[in-house]
């Protein structure tokens, strides 16, 4: 009797533990398969940023941060509301600099969903500024080496600034309609930001383009359109892949389009030196006259 009330306490035992261990997978997979609110594990890994321009507003950034949401608040025709498109730091900005240069990363990736208009507009009026200076240095060359009067010439600044600030932000605008157009999904405010810091590379092939020698300025035009064209397509192709083909296509041609007139227009109004202008003949002397001999 004591042997069989032993064996069924055992089995009892036995029951115990494997409605224990049947309730610990339980709750296991659970946790697995369906975590509950407020976990810190899931809530401190990063989510991974879709591809592209694809944000759910036109002009806001993708993750905002405290002050941008603050400022999202506000009236569009207070100042405090364009405070978010401005919010970055010096090293947000030098990282972003180099990324646009030294193209390693997606430079979407680089701003992590928090673009910005301040490089851009920083960036753009810079390179007005150096183009302005390199030019009139330019110019001051070429009338050094034609043996001519330099003369100082404010119309450089002037189209200078109608020239960097249409391509990078009235260009980035039309392309930014455009995708928009065909379903794209595109974001204008990384569009500004990638036309903004596409203009990077612009600011040292200006300063160096003060060289007098024609196939050095080529290959530094050529150093210069290369980089800022790859980092400008390489950004911009997962947006493109939402188009047709054909579109895309087109689309692509339509901006290196203007990235080549951007170039050209840099080379020949700012970087040229001009041949000396020929010689030009000496006056005629007349020859001298005898007078006339008196009559009577």
Request: charged letters at 10%; one cysteine or more.
């Amino acid at each position: 009797m004591s042997n069989a009330y032993r064996a069924i306490e055992i089995d009892d035992d036995e029951l115990n533990n494997a409605t224990e261990l049947q309730f610990q997978n339980f709750s296991s997979s659970n946790t697995t398969t369906n975590p509950p609110a407020g976990n810190m594990s899931s809530a401190g890994t990063p989510q991974p940023r879709p591809t592209g321009f694809g944000s759910a507003s036109i002009f806001e950034p993708a993750r905002p941060t405290a002050q941008q949401e603050q400022a999202a608040k506000s009236p569009i025709w207070s100042i405090a509301y364009y405070s978010k498109f401005f919010d970055v730091d010096t090293n947000q900005v030098l990282e972003r600099l180099f990324a646009s240069v030294i193209p390693k990363d997606n430079f979407l990736d680089v701003m992590g969903g928090s673009p910005d208009l301040y490089g851009p507009f920083w960036i753009a009026t810079t390179v007005i500024f150096v183009l302005f200076v390199t030019s009139s240095i330019v110019d001051s060359i070429n009338a050094y080496i034609n043996g001519t009067t330099y003369q100082y010439n404010i119309f450089q600044m002037t189209f200078a600034f109608g020239t960097i600030y249409t391509y990078a932000f009235l260009i980035p605008l039309l392309v930014w309609g455009a995708t928009k157009y065909f379903g794209c999904q595109p974001d204008l405010l990384e569009m500004l930001a990638l036309y903004g810091y596409a203009l990077t590379i612009w600011i040292p092939v200006s300063v160096l383009s003060v060289i007098p020698i024609e196939l050095a300025r080529w290959i530094l035009l050529g150093i210069g359109a290369g980089v800022s064209g790859v980092f400008l397509i390489r950004n911009m192709y997962p947006v493109l892949q939402r188009a047709e083909a054909q579109i895309a296509k087109i689309i692509l041609i339509l901006v290196i389009i203007f990235h080549g007139v951007l170039a050209l227009i840099l080379k020949y109004k700012f970087f040229a030196y001009n041949a000396a202008p020929p010689a030009a003949a000496p006056p005629s002397t007349p020859a001298p006259t005898t007078p006339d001999a008196p009559k009577f």
